[in-house]
């Protein structure tokens, strides 16, 4: 009766250590929600962005960006991450340089559209 319930004991312990990867296990049916993070960023909105726009106008165009480092007040870092249900995990960045509060630099993954010449 002892042995039994030693191998009893061990057969639990083997099936419950085996359900520690449970969160990853694909469910048919089961709905995965879409997990936007950040600033939303579009290329219309880099567009409006100019060299010498004030802080202020910047915010108006792109928001408040989501990282704003203490020691660099003229380094704004947008960022937005989104994953959609079950899906693999996608990130936008976009960095804006200022040098006497104006608008000075953009660099990321979004670069301003140049405007079409008629020529």
Known sequence: MRIL?????IASF???SS??????????????ISIPQGNII????????????????????MGTPLVRD??????????????PGGGERGQERLSVLFQ?????QISGDFKPTEPETDG
């Open 19 to 32: 359900c520690n990867n449970i969160g990853s296990m694909d469910f048919p049916g089961v709905y995965k």
């Open 5 to 9: 319930k030693s191998w009893l004991a």
């Open 70 to 83: 203490p020691y660099h007040q003229d380094r704004w870092d947008y960022v937005y991450n989104f994953q």
């Open 42 to 61: 579009t290329q219309e909105m880099v567009d409006q962005l100019r060299p010498g726009m004030t802080k202020r106008q910047v915010i108006f165009v």
């Open 100 to 104: 006497d509060d104006q608008l000075l």
């Open 14 to 16: 083997l099936v419950l």
